[in-house]
């Protein structure tokens, strides 16, 4: 029997918990920049591709474009949904890899590292397609990704802590080209131990370029984080592609 993806178990109830520090006020900044990034009027619409629990898809409309945002995982859609009440944003579950959407789009952005699941490079490149076939003819995107160059040389191979009675215990390692996280989660009341993983592919600057240079993406500024600064292989966070659909 096929072993069920990582990225089908892990986004649920407990990666709630799991990743409960992120927070509404950095995705407001965050978004802030990309409004310079994206240079789109008000009204524009936008595509948040692999939306999560919504963060920015949120902070986006409150820019004032039209949203949407589209994830796989229906715990993650809950929490979006629970968190507008107004229906501000129109959600909907899909996989980044065959959206079930038309567009067009005036941006499709895709945050914090929700690239690179796939064991196949293939899956990776429909992902590029789709952000291609959604987008209008000059129409933007973005892809915040991480700098593998600064996970390689930064890995923490193990961290623990407690959220609400729960350890969380958090092991790191790079193998087989993929950076790969295994999560142990111990209910210190003497619950049953859960175990999740993780695994983003590293791929690098040039690899990634020529990839979205195949997907008739044009890239016209690579950043290393939300500060702007320009991407340095050597000590950037972050690795943020803005750029447009080809026409």
């Not at 959407?101 to 067009?104: A, D, K």
């Given at each position: 029997m096929e072993q069920e993806p990582w990225y089908e178990k892990s986004f649920g109830r407990d990666y709630l918990l799991v990743y409960k520090h992120r927070d509404m006020q950095g995705a407001y900044e965050?978004?802030?920049?990309?409004?310079?990034?994206?240079?789109?009027?008000e009204g524009s619409e936008v595509l948040d591709l692999c939306c999560g629990m919504g963060r920015h898809s949120k902070a986006l409309h409150s820019f004032g474009f039209r949203v949407t945002g589209v994830d796989l995982s229906e715990v993650l859609l809950e929490e979006a949904v629970k968190g507008d009440p107004a229906g501000e944003v129109r959600w909907l579950r899909g996989d980044m890899r065959d959206v079930p959407?038309?567009?067009?789009f005036d941006a499709v952005v895709n945050l914090f590292t929700s690239f690179g699941y796939f064991d196949d490079e293939g899956d990776n490149m429909r992902v590029l397609r789709e952000i291609h076939r959604l987008l209008a003819p000059g129409g933007r995107f973005i892809i915040d990704y991480?700098?593998?160059?600064?996970?390689?040389?930064?890995?923490?191979?193990?961290?623990?802590?407690?959220?609400e009675d729960i350890r969380i215990e958090e092991k790191r390692r790079i193998e087989d080209g993929f950076v790969k996280k295994t999560i142990v989660l111990r209910d210190l009341q003497g619950g049953e131990e859960r175990e999740y993983r993780e695994q983003v592919r590293l791929i690098p600057q040039e690899r990634f370029l020529a990839m979205l240079q195949e997907a008739c993406l044009e890239v016209d500024a690579v950043y290393g984080g939300y500060d702007a600064e320009p991407y340095r292989e050597a000590g950037s966070k972050r690795m943020i592609f803005v750029g447009r659909r080809r026409a």
């Open positions: 965050e978004v802030r920049r990309m409004m310079e990034w994206l240079e789109l009027p959407l038309e567009g067009p991480l700098n593998p160059s600064y996970v390689e040389e930064h890995l923490v191979p193990a961290s623990a802590r407690e959220e």
